[in-house]
């Protein structure tokens, strides 16, 4: 007869046995978590800095500007050239196209390569992109009849209106190199101003404001065309119109 006595084996299984409460098997997953939340930090630490790249705002655009005039605008042998003109001093903060010629008003023309050129003429050639079209002068229609000037200057204000639909009309009366003014430049200036009332834009008189009053300094030695100090003047004057009325 066998008298061996059967002893039950009742060791546990290593993973099953438990330290300070906790199975093996958890210590294990516990230990497992933390290599590869260790790991993953150490994945994320060495990642390479993502470049920030700037990008610049896109260069602002200057209001366009179409200006038709005379010699006031387009500059004369009073002056050093076209560089010391008002539309070029302002060109830093408008880009500014003039429609000018020398001799030429409303009523008056002018010869612009083999043809006669008015205000009228050159009004139908504006920018139609501009933001302001401006009309300056002229003492070139004195001696027209005032009727025939403000029908000429309603007609180009029409004109400009039509070419550059999106644009605010100005319109500035001639400025007189002379003072006391005479009064067939008065006659002018009013014809001029009858005809912005008439088209309901904006008129600006340099008369009434008295633009070269007491600054014969300003006035070439022909007596009517500014010189280089005389076009610093305008650019003054143009620039405060401009900041009203093209920005």
């Not at 409460?21 to 958890?26: A, E, F, I, T």
């Not at 500007?65 to 010391?84: H, I, K, L, P, W």
């Not at 008369?207 to 100090?229: K, M, Q, T, V």
Request: hydrophobic fraction near 45%.
């Amino acid at each position: 007869m066998d008298t061996r006595v059967r002893v039950r084996n009742t060791r546990q299984p290593w993973l099953t046995r438990e330290w300070g409460g906790m199975p093996m098997w958890g210590f294990i997953v516990l230990i497992l978590l933390a290599i590869a939340g260790a790991g993953a930090w150490v994945w994320h630490d060495r990642q390479p800095t993502p470049v920030r790249t700037w990008t610049p705002p896109p260069p602002a655009i200057p209001p366009v500007v179409s200006v038709v005039g005379d010699s006031y605008t387009g500059g004369s042998n009073m002056d050093s050239g076209r560089e010391a003109r008002w539309p070029a001093l302002l060109g830093d903060d408008y880009a500014i196209t003039t429609f000018h010629v020398g001799g030429s008003g409303y009523v008056t023309p002018a010869q612009q390569d083999g043809e006669p050129s008015t205000y009228v003429t050159r009004a139908a050639e504006v920018d139609p992109e501009s933001d302001l079209v401006l009309f300056f002068g002229s003492i070139n229609d004195v001696g027209a009849s005032p009727e025939d000037v403000t029908a000429a200057a309603a007609e180009a204000v029409d004109i400009a209106e039509v070419k550059a639909p999106g644009a605010n009309i100005v319109v500035v009366g001639p400025a007189s190199p002379e003072w006391p003014v005479p009064d067939e430049l008065i006659e002018v200036r009013d014809a001029v101003a009858a005809a912005a009332m008439e088209a309901r834009v904006v008129f600006i008189d340099p008369i009434e404001s008295g633009w070269f009053d007491g600054r014969a300094g300003l006035i070439g030695d022909d007596g009517i065309h500014p010189n280089d100090a005389g076009q610093t003047y305008l650019a003054g004057h143009f620039s405060a119109i401009l900041r009203e009325y093209a920005d």
